[in-house]
């Protein structure tokens, strides 16, 4: 066993001190740099133009600057009349929120108004503290309600909601939207799930984080709860938009959502000869010619094929055309390639390979090509038969008049 040097482990600790150190102190500057304590919190739109008997719905962002984990409480200090509040996670209606030193963290501040709550300005209050009051935070956020010109009865007693109602993803991809569904009712309800998507599509409704399929899900009185739409398109499906359309109910109670899928398409090649060989012949120094074809078995438009070659060395491969623009989905196109073998070369088999790139897919053919020997050595070893020969006739005839 080979036992390191002190001096040299040393030399490390040296070097590995000066290269850290910098490190080191630039982190602790930072850190001294930062207040002991310090937490804001912040509305997302202090100020907001809502429809006639629409509720209004925001995140309430609390940032903590500080060095020390903060928790606060926090409320709606001020409702009009003829609304209702409540602070609230993805799933829960909650009252304080915990904030780890330099992070952050958001809340959803919502208002419901009465259906019939006349046109104008109200004015909400949002207040939170430190559990031990050294911190305390309040925000206004106006909210202006404006006639709406046509009533709408597309939500009843139950709302649905989604961050990401557009996904966009290649077509043989499973697609997952979540989506909260929030009853308004005040007694517990069992809720039917429906949807329709375009022809031939396969949409389900699963709990989230689970496997298993629902088609209604029971809710008690106001209550929520986030539920998975999973998505996956029919076979071959072109690119393009795709709208699935929501819709949940229970007796008078009913919504409404629309999502969107949004399908780039496959990407796929394939490529070979129209009978199916893969082999030629060529002579040493001259050229020999193959055609393959390459066709688009995706969905979407392929851009930019290119051709690379795994050759022997001294060989010259050329295609015919060096490039393709564009292969449209279901179509093909034709490319010769031109082998030329070394002059050199060996008699024999050799091995060559070519690879097909296009854009996202690509394809590899080999191609066994027999390398034999040049005409003129044919001549030449001809030549030189015949001269054995001659030579041979002649010593016999000498050979004969002694």
Known sequence: ?????????????????????????????????????????????????????????????????????????????????????????????????????DDKKSLTFEAVPDKQLPPGDYTFLVEAQTRDGRFKMAQQINITLAPEQEASDKDQGVKLTTSYPVIRGPSDAAFEFSVEVDSRLDREAIFDLFAQGPKGWDINFKPAYETKYISSIRLKANQSQTIAVEVKPAPNSPAGEYPISLRVSSGEAKTEANLTVTLTGTYALDAGTSSGLLSLEARQGTSANVSFFVKNTGSAVNHDIKFMTFKPENWKIEFKPERIDQIEPNALKQVEMIITPYEEALVGDYSVGVKVEGEKASKTLEFRTSVKASGAWGWIGIGIIMAVVAGLFGLFRMLGRR
């Open 1 to 101: 066993m080979h036992r390191i040097h002190p001096t040299v482990g040393f030399i490390a600790l040296g070097i590995l001190a000066i290269v850290a150190f910098p490190a080191l102190c630039a982190e602790k500057a930072d850190t001294a740099a930062k207040p002991e304590r310090l937490i804001l919190m912040a509305p997302e739109y202090p100020g907001v133009i809502a429809a006639q008997g629409k509720e209004v719905s925001m995140d309430l962002t609390f940032v903590n600057k500080g060095r020390t984990d903060e928790t606060l409480d926090v409320r709606v200090a001020q409702t009009p009349d003829g609304w209702k509040t409540r602070i609230k996670t993805y799933r829960y209606a909650v009252t304080g929120v915990h904030v780890p030193a």
